[in-house]
């Protein structure tokens, strides 16, 4: 039992950071209409600017300014140099662009720290695990990064629903059009959604750096995860990110826990655990083929 | 339309004498470049059937040339183990056996993919074939039997009746075959009822269906085509290198055939060799120049992307515009 | 007399918005049937129902006596509906010529083959020579689509439609940016097809709605006010009321 409650926290807290990225993802598609693969990139930044900034200072925690400000930072040289180009274009060529961005990051990222994994050190306050229920014992850190990460899902619900800039976004992901014709600064609010999202990929990224290795690739892994999240969610909503990122990542983490251990009752060690990392791996992909044969559009349309 | 015959034939000429050449001049390695050029272009000019003919913007083309791939490589692994898969599906190390059995079974998964991927458009499409691809990705690399993230090693090639494909040169002349009979058919396909349909779709979908178009199942038809056409270089491919691995079912494996047709020209007949080639020779050198080719190809590419209206397509009709409006 | 097009208490509601409230209209067999209505009175909408690019919340259709309400919009084409736009709607990339042996390709069917030849139908191509020979657009012929002007471009629209051989013409503001001269020429097509194909005419040009149409129906906010003659329409105060009040420049 204790076991089921820490992978579901397991899977709250992949489910967190999936969040977290398909927010902006579906963001800047549905304002923009601008696919961006690169998007994993800032996320890569993200992870590495504060690993380093923590490693050099040797304070963990301030490692997360400098994660927030570099892939925010990182977020607005794209805009500015590549993204702003492409807004016109057809998909085709922002997949390119933005596939060719990939390359260009993964290779600087290997240049400036090299092809091996960095690791993060927890301050011993968050890092020593704490008895939340009689046997359920747990890292405070990932408590943090799941409380963490509702807090910005309570942030952006507001910012979607109160406030004006909330307003453009859902008149924008309805009709684009529309928000041209308002008069607004559409430059402008086009690159401080790019940055917003930058920004919520960059702590994406510094929060799973003390969970995962911090290295080259790891953008790209979490990328495809996260369209997964976007196409099951409904593209431009925010709120189909939010379901969509719990359900997969508590799905995803408990299939990869469970699965591999329900198959050894029926068959042999190492061919049981191999199919259940197998049949694990490919459980997402196979959710969004069971959603689109009821929802084509996802499970909420695009404003919510 | 003489002209274009007679530019064919010629190509074709080259193309065959090139290994006497490579071999009097020491330049044994094009032989193999051009082999995987020949492989590549087969593959892409697939994927530009459905992206610059049928407007189908796939990401995860690879996934079709990997199953082709893993196709010959798993008939292969059963052929040596003596052993039938499933227990009564046995092995085979003959071409005119793998061969097609790749290209139905890659027609199948595109069946299945596609009809699924189809009820979508837009970004949503471009986003479920890139995952579907990488779920199969996942799959492959799940097979312990065949390898698991290492592959299957193919190790004694195929056989085209007695003639053992382990020699280079006689699988340079099978992948000419190929190539040369895949673009004859593509070529009757793009010019047949079905292509000029699915031309239409591309152009304007609303207004077909209000001609009784029903677009679904055409778009289908041509993605499972594509997908055909893409096991058919996989299975080659697997031939060839004599290893049939995971990465030819990676996403950017699906990234590097959409460049190439991107670099020859989106919904151009020939342009997929010229796109397979460019790619293929700029990757080479700058390897051989630098361990951070990515870098360099990066820059490339984006380059060519904004540096043009439209793309690579774009940056050819600039150019043969100004060739046109120069003074003579 | 026979009714081609039958809608029964049809609805349609946009979240909030009732688009389409409870319409019901009769087409009859040869008729011009006008669709009049001010400005977001619904007709697009109607169209895109009668069409399957919509499905209603309420109600039935019936082509021909065949309820065709849940048809998908290509198999509704192939009962012998056509459309035309009111933005026009062709394919940009090909010729003039090319369009229209695509829409005879499209109903004679056999579109799956791939080892043919398009260009080898011969029975599409004299079609397309006969269909163009009595057109204004042979001269015209292998001008690629969009290089057409627009009045250029609604003729092809119409072609293409009647290349279909409907036995219902949907034809959605026929005459909008059409110039005088054009939209003369376009009444006299169309008078030209009276009684070989049935036509639901959505218009605001009241010239040409008088000079055609056997049956007007007048749309308002969704709701058909009322359905009668040209002379029923001139002399209801209803329809002043409701319509020409609202777009002067219409009277």
């Given amino acids: 039992m204790t076991l089921i409650l820490e992978q579901l926290l397991n899977g709250l807290l992949y489910g967190i950071t999936l969040f977290l990225l398909a927010a902006g993802l579906t963001l800047i598609f549905g304002i923009m209409g601008l696919i961006n693969l690169a998007h994993g990139s800032l996320y890569m930044v993200g992870a590495f600017v504060g690993a380093w900034v923590a490693s050099q200072t040797g304070s963990f925690w301030l490692g997360l300014p400098a994660a927030l400000a570099g892939a925010m930072l990182a977020g607005f040289a794209i805009e500015l140099g590549v993204m702003r180009r492409l807004y016109a274009r057809d998909h085709l060529d922002q997949v390119l662009a933005t596939f060719a961005l990939i390359l260009i990051f993964n290779e600087l990222t290997v240049l400036l720290f090299g092809r091996e994994p960095m690791f993060v050190e927890l301050p011993a306050s968050i890092a020593t695990p704490i008895e939340l229920l009689p046997g359920l014992v747990y890292p405070p850190f990932r408590l943090l990064i799941i409380a963490a990460g509702l807090g910005v899902a309570l942030g952006l619900y507001f910012l979607i629903n109160r406030t004006r800039i909330g307003m453009l976004v859902r008149a924008g992901s309805t009709n684009r059009d529309m928000v041209r014709a308002l008069g607004v600064d559409i430059r402008l609010l086009y690159t401080m959604i790019f940055g917003l999202g930058a920004l919520l990929a960059g702590l994406a990224g510094f929060m799973t750096s003390p969970v995962l290795a911090v290295q080259v690739g790891m953008g790209e892994q979490i990328l495809l995860a996260t369209f997964v999240v976007v196409v099951i969610g409904g593209v431009g909503s925010i709120k189909g990110a939010f379901v969509a990122g719990i359900l997969l990542g508590i799905v995803d983490t408990c299939l990869r826990a469970f699965l591999p251990g329900v198959l050894r009752e029926i068959m042999a060690g190492p061919e049981a655990d191999a199919l259940g990392v197998g049949i694990a791996s490919m459980g997402i992909y196979l959710m969004m083929g069971i959603v689109l044969l009821f929802r084509p559009q996802g499970l909420f349309q695009a404003g919510g | ?328 | 007399m026979n009714t081609i097009l039958a809608i029964d208490d049809l609805v349609k509601r946009f979240a909030g918005l009732t688009a389409t409230d409870h319409v019901s209209l009769n087409v009859a067999t040869g008729h011009i049937h006008a669709l009049i209505g001010p400005n977001g009175a619904g007709k697009s909408t109607l169209i895109n129902l009668l069409c399957g690019e919509l499905i209603p919340n309420e109600g039935r259709i019936t082509l021909l006596g065949e309820d065709i309400t849940a048809c998908p919009a290509a198999e509704r084409m192939k009962r012998g509906l056509a459309r035309t736009f009111q933005i026009t709607n062709l394919l940009n990339d090909f010729t003039v010529q090319q369009n229209i042996s695509l829409a005879v390709q499209a109903r004679q069917g056999n579109n799956f083959r791939i080892l043919d030849t398009a260009r080898g139908r011969v029975s599409i191509l004299t079609e397309v020579d006969e269909l163009l020979a009595a057109s204004r657009l042979e001269p015209r012929r292998d001008v690629v689509a969009g290089n057409l002007s627009s009045g250029e471009r609604k003729q092809l629209e119409l072609m293409m439609a009647l290349a279909g051989r409907p036995k219902l013409l949907l034809l959605d503001e026929p005459m909008a940016g059409l110039g005088r001269l054009e939209s003369q020429q376009m009444i006299e097509t169309l008078r030209g097809l009276r009684g070989k194909v049935s036509m639901l005419l959505i218009e605001h040009d009241m010239e040409a709605v008088y000079a055609l149409a056997d049956r007007i129906s007048v749309l308002v906010y969704g709701r058909v006010i009322l359905t009668g003659t040209a002379d029923d329409i001139r002399a209801s105060d209803e329809v002043r009321d409701a319509y020409l009040g609202l777009e002067d420049e219409l009277c």
Avoid at chain 2, 28 to 52: C, D, H, K
Avoid at chain 2, 97 to 114: E, R, S
Avoid at chain 2, 286 to 300: D, N, P, R, S, Y
């Fill in chain 2, 1 to 328: 339309m003489r002209q274009h015959l007679i530019f064919i034939a010629a190509a074709i000429v080259c193309l065959s004498v090139l290994p006497l050449v490579a071999e009097a001049t020491g330049q044994l390695a094009l032989v193999g470049l051009t082999s995987r050029i020949m492989i590549y272009a087969i593959a892409a000019a697939s994927l530009n059937f459905i992206l610059g003919y049928g407007g189908m913007v796939s990401f995860g083309h690879a996934a079709f040339f990997g199953i082709g791939n893993y196709v010959v490589g798993i008939l292969y692994f059963h052929h040596a183990e003596g052993v039938p898969l499933w227990g009564f599906i046995p092995g085979s190390n003959q071409l005119l056996i793998t061969l097609p059995t790749a290209v139905l079974v890659a027609g199948f998964a595109a069946l299945v993919i596609g009809s699924l991927a189809l009820r979508t458009r837009g970004v949503q499409f471009i986003m479920i074939t890139l995952a579907f691809a990488q779920m199969l990705y996942f799959f492959f690399v799940s097979l312990k039997t065949y390898g698991g993230e290492d592959g299957v090693i193919v190790r004694g090639a195929n056989d085209l009746f007695a003639l053992s494909l382990r020699d280079k040169t006689a699988m340079y002349y099978v992948i000419l075959v190929v190539m040369v009979l895949f673009f004859a058919f593509l070529w009757r396909v793009v010019h047949s009822s079905f292509g000029t349909v699915l031309s239409g779709i591309r152009q304007n979908e609303r207004r077909m269906t209000a001609m009784g178009i029903s677009s679904y199942r055409y778009k289908l038809y041509g993605f499972v085509l594509a997908g055909m056409g893409a096991g058919l270089a996989g299975a080659l491919m697997a031939v060839f290198m004599r290893f049939a691995s995971p990465d030819t079912l990676h996403w950017t494996k699906s990234g590097e055939l959409l460049i190439m047709v991107i670099l020859g020209g989106v919904g151009t007949f020939f342009g997929p060799i010229l796109g397979a080639a460019a790619f293929l020779i700029l990757q080479t050198y700058l390897a051989a120049w630098t361990e951070h080719w990515q870098l360099a190809m990066g820059l490339i590419l984006l380059g060519i992307v904004l540096g043009t209206k439209g793309g690579a397509k774009g940056l050819f009709d600039s150019i043969a515009r100004k060739l046109r409006t120069e003074p003579r």
